[in-house]
């Protein structure tokens, strides 16, 4: 232990909680809002200052969605084991698996996990399931000098294994360091947001200097603005300008309509681990999926049997006697148990002498009485068929004939053999059985598909989404698999063929959707270059072996059952292991990225009638014609508050790239009407040298139009709930005029008739410009009933 050759591994992810708190917190963008949020209160105007909430609410959910992603991984342990058993000496000790050290000769029975990676020494009847860490579905049997996995389970017999690395160096904590690595999700909406960030980040300086001259210029110019106290109303000012650039509040609904939809889809018993997860599936256009715990439940079903020579009645039920009895064995593994669901009644037969079954011999035998009387010889065919004491001439050759068909369609086959001769104590000691043996019937076993798995393939093929199917197990086996599940008819392609050349390798992956004997690192290389393609993949799975593909892939999807590994690097964890989840992930995908598109153009024409504003306030140096309260008022009728609502009704639109670009192509029109609107009357305003206050409040009915009409428009069809959405906030609108409370917190005063027309006629022309824009720009197909 001195020497650091213990099993301990320490795994850190590659963000601190400092580093994940001040990369939330300590931005360009916080750093704007939060210099003007603390100027305002400084400078004692707290009702204008209420922006700055928005802020902290962005934080602590960026934040915290990081947080919850950190912690995850940090309980990340492929290796479950409470305890292991060392030889050290005479004595056996059962020790913590993080104190074995190298060269510790491990203990191992049935049930255990293998606590480090380690090479047989000692053996009996040892057979281990690695299909956590290779996908291989089927129990292993190990021999002297054979190797033992870290984290594979002992299904049978017993062992002596001498370790052979420890900590890091071991199979499941090398899959471990590496699903470990931290990462957030890829997510087109906090792509475009943080591009559009990007950019008005460089404007935003440039702009607010030239608006903070502007607005010190309209209170005398720098010297008598700083001597007489006027810069006050000059810095108000610039801060509304600048607040009202940047669009806090679409940063704040994304992450609130990716909220909602995982609290939805946790009803459906559907987990997610990352919030922006919830949009990937609606973008994904390929699905990779394991076959062992996501097409299939784990469980193998009895699919035939079929008897190799004619049997008279009493036979046959002898026979059907002898399964059960079988089936009924408390040694039995998984797929011999499952032929009780066919032969569930053994009552009255017993055994009285028995071999258990071996992986490594791979037969078990039973001589049995009352129903099934003689002796009964069970295992794989070809082994039987070679026994020395089967009985030439007889019906071997059709049974291994049989076998031969059966797994050549994805199934496994068993031999069901007799011999009228019962089992002597000396054939138990050497474990052979009786003379005469001769086969009876061909078992073939399946696995068992999940329910609903083949109605959901077929969801996605509808949608256009390429499934494909990568597994440990034989390629015929995974074929069969996927044709069950509706996949079409595929032969299957052995991984072992696949090129190394990276071009070449790509192309195969490509043109065989089926593909069996992958190893977790051609997992992971098969992602890697579907990705290259161009293609959005997603990999469900929920074996370790499927981790680095899952952490890879655009989106991972992990069954509940699966192991601890592969839950905690997936985005998406389906808890109650129920494939047909999917559809409802997907709806739940369209519905916040199409909402979000459609709450964006609110959000954004705001933003681009800022900028346009700003610049001409200070090209014209004129008074900026809001205060921030008064903003906030109207961006919470016209964006915050419909926005909300908006962005969680449904919406099953098919999504398509180019979010940014689409919600432009209404912002930028939109925003150079209402800016065009508000400079318009500003002008004519500060011409006839009105109150400030008279200007302000005809500029923002003029906003407070415009603003809802373009609500109007991205509310279309207005039906239902949107039309009761719209005219809540038209009338919401009309009482912020009417209302005398209102009216004196926002500091209103009444202009002249003339200029209240002036107002009228620019609300009226915003409105029409805005309805020109949504009918020339809305495409026909992206309108949804």
Known sequence: MREGLTNRQDFSTSRSLWAIVRANTLTYFNGLVLSGFALLLVLGRWQDALFGLTALANAVIGAGQELRAKRTLDRLSVLTAPTARVLRGPQERELDPREVVLDDVLVVRAGDQVAADSVVVAAERLSVDESLLTGEAEPVARTLGETLLSGSAVVGGSGLARVTAVGAGGFANRLTAESRRFSLVRSELRESLDRLLRWIGWAVVPLGLLVLNAQVQVQGGWGPAAADGRWQVAAVDTVTALIAMIPLGLVLMTSVAFAVGAIALARQQVLVQELPAVEGLARIDVLCIDKTGTLTDGQTVLDSVTPVRELAADGAASWRAALAWFGADP?????????????????????????????????????????????????????????????????????????????????????????????????????????????????????????????????????????????????????????????????????????????????????????????????????????????????????????????????????????????????????????????????????????????????????????????????????????????????????????????????????????????????????????????????????????????????????????????????RPLKGCRLVVVLSMFGAGAGVYLLPWSVGFLDFAAPPPWFALLGAVAAVAGCAGVELVHALVTPKASQDA
């Open 331 to 715: 040694s039995a593994g998984p797929t011999i148990r499952s032929l009780r669901r066919d032969y569930p009644g053994s009552d009255g037969v017993h055994a009285a002498a028995a071999i258990d079954f071996s992986s490594e011999r791979k037969w078990s035998a039973a001589t049995l009485m009352g129903g099934a009387t003689g002796t009964w010889v069970l295992g794989a065919p070809d082994v039987i068929v070679g026994l020395p004491e089967f009985e030439a001439g007889d019906h071997g050759a059709q049974a291994v004939r049989l076998a031969g068909q059966f797994a050549g369609s994805g199934l496994r086959a068993l031999l069901l053999a007799y011999s009228s001769a019962p089992l002597t104590p000396a054939d138990v000691a050497e474990e052979r059985p009786p003379h005469g043996v001769r086969a009876t019937a061909v078992l073939a076993f399946r696995e068992q598909l999940r329910p609903h798995v083949a109605a959901t393939l077929a969801y996605l093929r509808e949608e256009g989404v390429d499934v494909r199917v990568l597994s440990g197990d034989h390629p015929r086996t995974v074929a069969a698999v996927a044709e069950a599940a509706g996949l079409g008819p595929d032969p299957g392609f052995d991984a072992r063929e696949l090129p190394e050349d990276a071009e070449a390798f790509a192309s195969a992956v490509l043109a065989h959707p089926v593909i069996g004997r992958v190893t977790p690192a051609q997992k992971r290389r098969i992602v890697q270059a579907l990705k290259s393609a161009g293609h959005t993949v997603a990999m469900t799975g929920d074996g370790v072996n499927d981790a680095l593909a899952i952490k890879d892939a655009d989106l991972g999807i992990a069954m509940g059952a699966g192991s601890a590994a592969t839950k905690a690097v997936a985005r998406i964890v389906l808890l109650d292991n129920s494939f047909d989840h999917i559809p409802e992930v997907v709806a739940q995908g369209r519905r916040v990225l199409a909402n979000i598109e459609r709450v964006s153009v609110l959000f954004l024409t705001k933003t681009v009638y800022a900028m346009a504003l700003s610049v001409g306030l200070g090209f014209f140096l004129m008074e900026t014609p809001f205060l921030p309260r008064q903003l906030s008022v109207t961006d919470g009728l016209t964006i915050g508050i419909p926005a909300f609502f908006l962005a969680l009704l449904p919406n099953r639109r098919r999504h398509a790239a180019g979010f940014l670009r689409r919600a432009l192509g209404f912002a930028l029109p939109n925003g150079a009407i209402v800016a065009a609107c508000l400079l318009g009357v500003t002008a004519a305003g500060s011409s006839a040298r009105l109150d400030p206050a008279q200007i302000r409040t005809v500029a923002t009915l003029v906003l407070t139009a415009a603003g809802l009409w373009v609500l109007a428009c991205q509310a």
